[in-house]
């Protein structure tokens, strides 16, 4: 019979070498088997798992030693206080996509019924934390996965936010006819032949919602050109970039005719969110 702290303990020395957080991986995978709170792991160190606990353990264990990420393992992800589901058909949502939606939070906290519209939904992370946030405001998710969809509905569902309008299609174009107040999108932006599409947990997202072109930036020039023709006069495009992009995405939306651009660092220091206003007068290119 093996106990807690023994299992712990086999699953940090094995995932040593393929995972970049051993120890927080192994409590999240024992937590999972026992259904319990990593504070039972430490209280009770000598508890002893059952044959089907042990047995379930080894099977996921060797999951993540063969590089599967957690959040695929497990199934699920949190997000903004939220537990979302993740399915390998979504990316897993990051802890700097928090740096967007507190960005948009705090900068029209008193805007009472915003319409908003988050472009490339995925597991529906930016869109189920601004609705918990934000019950008057009306959102429409969008993503060109029909996959994703499905899951950022059941995400929604499942927190019971029913400000959410979920719509499949490309970019922009589910917005037709709308007026917006807000375009959001953390959308791919990594370069297509960036090295890290092809190590570690990112290998087993999906290309779709990673890569952007040559330099990253197809996915986010389009949206500066397009969002103009949806956004109200004085409207917000508001999207995450990589940390080097910075200029780039500047650059890209002052061409576009943005104004009053504003560019934020993560919680690790990183320049990661630009926003943009649609001029008064309508223009954007
Ligand atoms: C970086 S992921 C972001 C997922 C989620 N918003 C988040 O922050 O965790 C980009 C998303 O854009 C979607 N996407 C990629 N190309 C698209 C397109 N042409 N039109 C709409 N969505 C697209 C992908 O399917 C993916 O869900």
Known sequence: MTTISQALGEARHRLQATSPSPAVDASILLCHVLGC???HLIAWPDNQLSPHQAMQFEEILQQRVDGK???YITGEREFWSLSLKVTSDVLIPRPETE???????????????????????????????????????????????TEALDIARHNASLHKLENI????????????????????????????????????????????????????????????????QHLKAGGWLIVEHGYDQQQLVYDCFQQAGF??????????????????????????R
């Open 99 to 145: 740096t967007l939606v507190e960005f948009v939070l705090e900068k029209f906290s008193s805007s009472p019924a915003l319409t908003v519209a988050d472009l490339g939904t995925g597991s529906g992370a930016i869109a189920c934390a601004l609705a918990a946030e934000r019950p008057a405001w009306n959102i429409i998710a969008t993503d060109s996965s």
């Open 259 to 284: 104004e009053n651009i504003v560019q934020l660092t993560d919680l690790a220091g990183q320049p990661r969110v630009t926003a943009g206003q649609h001029g008064k007068s309508g223009y954007a």
């Open 69 to 71: 990420p957690v959040a």
């Open 37 to 39: 709170s990593p504070s």
């Open 165 to 228: 309008r979920f719509v499949h299609g490309q970019w922009l174009e589910p917005l037709t006819g709308l007026d917006l107040d807000l375009i959001i999108s953390n959308p791919p932006y990594i370069a297509f032949d960036d090295p890290h599409l092809v190590q570690g947990d990112v290998r087993f997202e999906p290309e779709a919602a990673l890569a952007s072109g040559k330099q990253g930036m197809d996915a986010i020039t389009h949206l500066a050109r397009q969002a103009g």
